[in-house]
């Protein structure tokens, strides 16, 4: 085989085919080269995503455990607070071993899965659940306190003694998150007075002629609001409710659509708004509301408050919260009329925290009156000897040293040996020297005094006793030494017979219906005996003027005085458990049965209806064991109220003493609403039921000195009802005749059962000669000025063919009761008034307009001086609250 020889054009070809590989191959190298970069990077790319996914679960973890400390910590702190406020609410003031309890006991949650409560660098359970203080100067075992404005909250702006605490909890999961919370809480007590009106118990306002009184309102019950038609309420400060707001029922269940369509004007922060013109009106929904029975919540209502009031008005639901004074927290186990009450046999042993808060205990000076616990007999007597058998210790007058706080000083013959026997009121115009019986007036006679004022003519009898601080008798009508130079009689008695028991009559008191009985049917429970407080010898004794020890009675920020009278009170079979477990006496007038709605006369029943239970205790409002009571009931006399006198030369005369109420003649005899057969029987003779009271006179002028750079004030608190008379502490403007307040008033309250207020123009006979008839009642324009804090009725449903208003309180405008004919007269009043309690011996339900008084011009407003904590009454109830005022997360280095 030949060979083709190569040819110029092979080479050329053979060449470029060679070319062609080598460019092939070169392809190849840099594709491959491509390729592994694209795979380095997609590989750097799917550990960079993995990485960052792990990244991201690790961090999502932490966050998770972040979030359950977080949580962990709140919980602690909500728990820690919750504590100390339930702390707070049983022991008011709390030492540090009770506040430090609160750490273990009960301790953080311990429902929380992960979470423990460590503080940093410490491996301990629950160090991380801390509350700090900073003790009191005087005692470190207690925090320290001070007055300030309180910054937040439902009582901002108001004054308060408050008792900061920092709250500390770290929260630390499993894993090992950390969270520390820090919180800045007050305890805080209110002074009661800096509210207008304050009520533990429902409230209602619905005054006929337009009211304005000024200051804060709370209720620690529901509030009801309407007013008089034609009319305007003008309610200028916050309004606050534990309950609700009521606008279209008054309290004893009336429609304010009938006769009480004004104007209900609510402060907006910056204005007033009206709140029946508002939608909603009311809290609660329908308008068929009585006390003990109203509609559910409106749930628009919060939104209304909002909108239109800025919050100014506030319930319940919308945050409201009770305010409780210390002697009623569960700690201590009582009622808030324990504070006027006396304390039981042993307190000071069986519960020392009761007996500490009790006025008995607090105040400068006592005055105690009883009857011995067992009837026994008198050998000696005024007609069968020439002397009286000394019979001690039913009375008794001590004061609280000043060196020695606790310890009491018995001064009874210092107080009595200044004179204890009041004027002649009626002084008559020829000679009725006894057995003769003095007649009553047939026309209003003068004031009694012993004050005369311009304007006012008295009966111009002066008293025996010119520096008495106390008058437990006057001289009776018609003395002995009764002559035609004087009529008064007010040279030394020379028998016991000569003096008259302190009487007056109590229309109020004396009818269950607002219907007259016959003009000399007076029921033997309107006869109240009372004990004449002289205020202005009081100061004189206190400032050392007269007497020799009042200049040692403590008086740590002014003056106080605490008065009880038992005598003729019958001990409750049953008591309410705060009281005692056995038979006791309780301070109560011990008969409720009065309401008796089927009844036109208001008759007797024998069952508990709505508004008897005055006497029962009260936990929220709601009394667990209610009862009526009716052992107090029976008047202290034999043979159903035959009585047998002496009849000159005849010896023993039977006489009918008592005879059956008209209007309830099935009641018979002995209950508190029979009939005295003569007015004159009840004024000169003790009281045949538990009907004791305190009268206050000659209290214009209030002169005690200075207390810590002020006018020294006076606290004056009673067991029993007390009847202000004239003037009080408004000295030179008593009878003014536009609204002027002294400047040289000081800080003055009057804390007691009920208040009773009585013109300037007052004298017990005239009640006796008129019980029915107010055109002999008439007042004067007076002035008072003091804080109240008092009881009042229980309020029911109006029973068919009663007076509109009947069944209700009275409501606030009628809270300080009258006994006269205010018409065309005004009432000038500056304070603030509490209601605390039901009250349980001036219980006669509020009535009006018929019999028992007609309503004055009211001059009421709010004393703004109690804003100020100096000038504030000596020994003024607080209220307790808790405050939050600060929360904050705390960033430390372990976090």
Same mark, same amino acid.
């Given at each position: 085989?030949?060979?083709?020889?190569?040819?110029?054009?092979?080479?050329?070809i053979?060449?470029?085919?060679?070319?062609?590989?080598?460019?092939?191959?070169?392809?190849?190298?840099?594709?491959?080269?491509?390729?592994?970069?694209?795979l380095?990077?997609?590989?750097?790319?799917?550990?960079?995503?993995?990485?960052?996914v792990?990244?991201?679960?690790k961090?999502?973890?932490?966050?998770?455990?972040?979030?359950?400390?977080?949580?962990?910590?709140?919980?602690?702190?909500?728990?820690?607070?919750?504590?100390?406020?339930?702390?707070?609410?049983?022991?008011?003031?709390?030492?540090?071993t009770?506040?430090?309890?609160?750490l273990?006991?009960?301790?953080?949650?311990?429902?929380i899965?992960?979470?423990?409560?460590?503080?940093?660098?410490?491996?301990?359970?629950?160090?991380?659940?801390?509350?700090s203080?900073?003790p009191s100067?005087?005692?470190?075992?207690?925090?320290?306190?001070?007055?300030?404005?309180?910054?937040?909250?439902?009582?901002?702006?108001?004054? %308060?003694?408050? +008792?900061?605490?920092?709250? =500390?909890? $770290?929260?630390?999961? #499993?894993? *090992? @998150?950390? !969270?520390?919370?820090?919180?800045?809480?007050?305890?805080?007590?209110?002074?009661?007075?800096?509210?207008?009106?304050?009520?533990?118990?429902?409230?209602?306002?619905?005054?006929?002629?337009?009211?304005?009184?000024?200051?804060?309102?709370?209720?620690n019950?529901?509030?009801?609001?309407?007013?008089?038609?034609?009319?305007?309420?003008?309610?200028?400060?916050?309004?606050?409710?534990?309950?609700?707001?009521?606008?279209k029922?008054?309290?004893? %269940?009336?429609? +304010?659509?009938?006769?009480? =369509?004004? $104007?209900?004007?609510? #402060?907006? *922060? @910056?204005? !007033?708004?009206d709140?029946?013109?508002?939608?909603?009106?009311?809290?609660?929904?329908?308008?068929?509301?009585?006390?003990?029975?109203?509609?559910?919540?409106?749930?628009?209502?919060?939104?209304m408050?909002?909108?239109?009031?800025?919050?100014?008005?506030?319930?319940?639901?919308?945050?409201?919260?009770?305010?409780?004074?210390?002697i009623?927290?569960?700690?201590?186990?009582?009622?808030?009329i324990?504070?006027?009450?006396?304390?039981?046999?042993?307190?000071? +042993?069986?519960?020392?925290?009761?007996?500490a808060?009790?006025?008995?205990?607090?105040?400068?000076?006592?005055?105690?009156?009883?009857?011995?616990?067992?009837?026994?007999?008198?050998?000696?007597?005024?007609?069968?000897?020439?002397?009286?058998?000394?019979?001690?210790?039913?009375?008794?007058?001590?004061?609280?040293?000043?060196?020695?706080?606790?310890?009491?000083v018995?001064v009874?013959?210092?107080?009595?040996?200044?004179?204890?026997?009041?004027?002649?009121i009626?002084?008559?115009?020829?000679?009725?020297?006894?057995?003769?019986l003095?007649?009553?007036?047939?026309?209003?006679?003068?004031?009694?005094?012993?004050?005369?004022?311009?304007?006012?003519?008295?009966?111009?009898?002066?008293?025996?006793?010119?520096?008495?601080?106390?008058?437990?008798?006057?001289?009776?009508?018609?003395?002995?030494?009764?002559?035609s130079?004087?009529?008064?009689?007010?040279?030394?008695?020379?028998?016991?017979?000569?003096?008259?028991?302190?009487v007056l009559?109590?229309?109020?008191?004396?009818?269950?219906?607002?219907?007259?009985?016959?003009?000399?049917?007076?029921?033997?429970?309107?006869?109240?005996?009372?004990?004449?407080?002289?205020?202005?010898?009081?100061?004189?004794?206190?400032?050392?003027?007269?007497?020799?020890?009042?200049?040692?009675?403590?008086?740590?920020?002014?003056?106080?005085?605490?008065?009880?009278?038992?005598?003729?009170?019958?001990?409750?079979?049953s008591?309410?458990?705060?009281?005692?477990t056995?038979?006791?006496?309780?301070?109560?007038?011990?008969?409720?049965?009065?309401?008796?709605?089927?009844?036109?006369?208001?008759?007797?029943?024998?069952?508990?209806?709505?508004?008897?239970?005055?006497?029962?205790?009260?936990?929220?409002?709601v009394?667990?064991?209610?009862?009526?009571?009716?052992y107090?009931?029976?008047?202290?006399?034999?043979?159903?109220?035959?009585?047998?006198?002496?009849?000159?030369?005849?010896?023993?005369?039977?006489?009918?003493?008592?005879?059956?109420?008209?209007?309830?003649?099935?009641?018979?005899?002995?209950?508190?609403?029979?009939?005295?057969?003569?007015?004159?029987?009840?004024?000169?003779?003790?009281?045949?039921?538990?009907?004791r009271?305190?009268?206050?006179?000659?209290?214009?002028?209030?002169?005690?000195?200075?207390?810590n750079?002020?006018?020294?004030?006076?606290?004056?608190?009673?067991?029993?009802?007390?009847?202000?008379?004239?003037?009080?502490?408004?000295?030179?403007?008593?009878?003014?005749?536009?609204?002027?307040?002294?400047?040289?008033?000081?800080?003055?309250?009057?804390?007691?059962?009920?208040?009773?207020?009585?013109?300037?123009?007052?004298?017990?006979?005239?009640?006796?000669?008129?019980?029915?008839?107010?055109?002999?009642?008439?007042?004067?324009?007076?002035?008072?000025?003091?804080?109240?804090?008092?009881?009042?009725?229980?309020?029911?449903?109006?029973?068919?063919?009663?007076?509109?208003?009947?069944?209700?309180?009275?409501?606030?405008?009628?809270?300080?009761?009258?006994?006269?004919?205010?018409?065309g007269?005004?009432?000038?009043?500056e304070?603030?008034?509490?209601?605390?309690?039901y009250?349980?011996?001036?219980?006669?339900?509020?009535?009006?307009?018929?019999?028992?008084?007609?309503?004055?011009?009211?001059?009421?407003?709010?004393?703004?001086?109690?804003?100020?904590?100096?000038?504030?009454?000596?020994?003024?109830?607080?209220?307790?609250?808790?405050?939050?005022?600060?929360?904050?997360?705390?960033?430390?280095?372990?976090?």
């Open positions: 085989m030949s060979m083709m020889p190569q040819t110029r054009s092979d080479s050329i053979s060449t470029t085919r060679r070319d062609e590989l080598m460019r092939d191959r070169g392809d190849h190298g840099i594709a491959l080269l491509t390729t592994m970069i694209i380095l990077l997609l590989s750097a790319m799917v550990v960079g995503v993995s990485w960052l792990l990244d991201d679960q961090l999502g973890g932490n966050n998770t455990d972040r979030q359950r400390a977080f949580y962990g910590a709140e919980a602690g702190m909500e728990s820690l607070t919750a504590s100390l406020e339930n702390l707070f609410a049983a022991n008011y003031a709390p030492d540090k009770a506040i430090n309890n609160l273990t006991t009960p301790g953080p949650p311990s429902n899965p992960g979470v423990q409560y460590i503080a940093a660098g410490s491996s301990s359970p629950g160090s991380g659940y801390q509350i203080f900073t100067p005087s005692n470190a075992n207690l925090p320290a306190s001070s007055f300030g404005t309180i910054s937040s909250g439902t009582y901002s702006g108001l004054v %308060g003694l408050m +008792t900061p605490y920092t709250l =500390t909890v $770290t929260a630390r999961t #499993t894993p *090992g @998150s950390e !969270v520390k919370l820090q919180r800045v809480t007050q305890t805080v007590g209110i002074p009661i007075f800096q509210f207008g009106f304050f009520s533990q118990t429902d409230l209602a306002f619905f005054a006929g002629p337009n009211f304005n009184f000024g200051g804060r309102v709370h209720t019950g529901n509030l009801w609001l309407a007013e008089g038609d034609g009319s305007t309420l003008t309610m200028s400060q916050k309004v606050t409710a534990a309950g609700e707001i009521i606008s029922n008054l309290e004893n %269940g009336w429609l +304010t659509s009938s006769s009480y =369509t004004g $104007t209900v004007n609510i #402060t907006t *922060g @910056s204005g !007033v708004a709140l029946t013109s508002q939608s909603p009106s009311q809290s609660v929904l329908g308008n068929s509301n009585y006390y003990g029975n109203i509609g559910s919540y409106d749930t628009t209502f919060k939104s408050a909002n909108s239109v009031y800025n919050n100014h008005i506030a319930v319940a639901e919308t945050g409201v919260r009770p305010l409780n004074v210390s009623a927290t569960p700690a201590i186990g009582g009622q808030p324990d504070q006027i009450r006396r304390p039981q046999h042993n307190e000071d +042993t069986t519960n020392s925290a009761k007996l808060e009790r006025y008995y205990s607090q105040t400068s000076l006592r005055v105690l009156l009883s009857d011995y616990d067992s009837t026994g007999s008198c050998a000696g007597s005024d007609i069968s000897s020439t002397s009286a058998t000394d019979l001690p210790n039913l009375i008794k007058i001590d004061y609280q040293s000043k060196t020695s706080p606790g310890t009491w018995d009874t013959k210092e107080i009595l040996n200044l004179g204890y026997t009041g004027r002649n009626n002084p008559q115009g020829s000679s009725t020297a006894p057995p003769a003095a007649a009553l007036p047939g026309s209003q006679i003068n004031a009694q005094g012993p004050t005369a004022h311009a304007g006012v003519s008295t009966v111009n009898c002066n008293d025996p006793s010119t520096n008495a601080v106390i008058r437990l008798a006057r001289v009776r009508d018609n003395p002995s030494f009764w002559s130079g004087n009529h008064c009689g007010a040279t030394p008695g020379q028998h016991g017979t000569d003096y008259w028991p302190n009559f109590d229309t109020r008191e004396a009818l269950l219906r607002d219907t007259a009985l016959g003009g000399t049917q007076l029921t033997l429970a309107g006869a109240m005996h009372y004990v004449e407080l002289d205020v202005t010898n009081l100061a004189k004794w206190f400032s050392g003027t007269i007497g020799t020890n009042g200049t040692n009675v403590l008086a740590t920020n002014g003056f106080s005085i605490y008065f009880s009278d038992r005598r003729g009170e019958v001990k409750d079979p008591p309410p458990t705060s009281v005692a056995t038979a006791a006496l309780t301070g109560g007038f011990g008969y409720e049965d009065f309401v008796n709605p089927a009844s036109a006369g208001g008759c007797t029943n024998g069952t508990l209806d709505q508004g008897e239970d005055v006497e029962g205790d009260y936990v929220n409002g009394d667990p064991s209610p009862a009526l009571r009716t107090g009931g029976t008047p202290a006399f034999d043979n159903a109220g035959i009585a047998s006198i002496v009849a000159p030369l005849t010896g023993l005369t039977p006489s009918t003493v008592v005879s059956n109420n008209p209007n309830c003649t099935a009641a018979g005899k002995t209950w508190p609403y029979a009939i005295a057969n003569n007015a004159q029987d009840l004024r000169e003779n003790p009281p045949l039921l538990f009907r009271a305190l009268k206050l006179v000659h209290g214009d002028t209030i002169s005690l000195g200075t207390c750079s002020v006018p020294c004030g006076l606290a004056v608190i009673s067991e029993n009802p007390v009847y202000v008379q004239s003037c009080y502490n408004n000295p030179g403007k008593c009878n003014m005749s536009s609204l002027s307040w002294s400047s040289t008033s000081v800080g003055s309250s009057v804390i007691a059962d009920a208040v009773m207020l009585l013109s300037d123009s007052w004298n017990d006979v005239n009640s006796f000669a008129f019980p029915y008839d107010l055109g002999n009642r008439n007042s004067q324009t007076t002035t008072y000025r003091m804080a109240v804090m008092a009881g009042k009725g229980f309020p029911f449903r109006q029973p068919s063919g009663t007076a509109q208003d009947f069944g209700t309180d009275g409501g606030v405008h009628n809270f300080l009761r009258y006994l006269e004919n205010w018409g007269q005004t009432l000038y009043y304070g603030s008034i509490a209601s605390m309690y009250s349980h011996q001036e219980v006669g339900v509020y009535k009006c307009c018929n019999t028992v008084y007609s309503p004055p011009n009211r001059g009421y407003q709010f004393d703004t001086n109690f804003l100020t904590p100096s000038l504030l009454p000596p020994l003024t109830p607080m209220l307790r609250t808790i405050n939050t005022i600060g929360f904050t997360q705390m960033m430390l280095p372990t976090q």
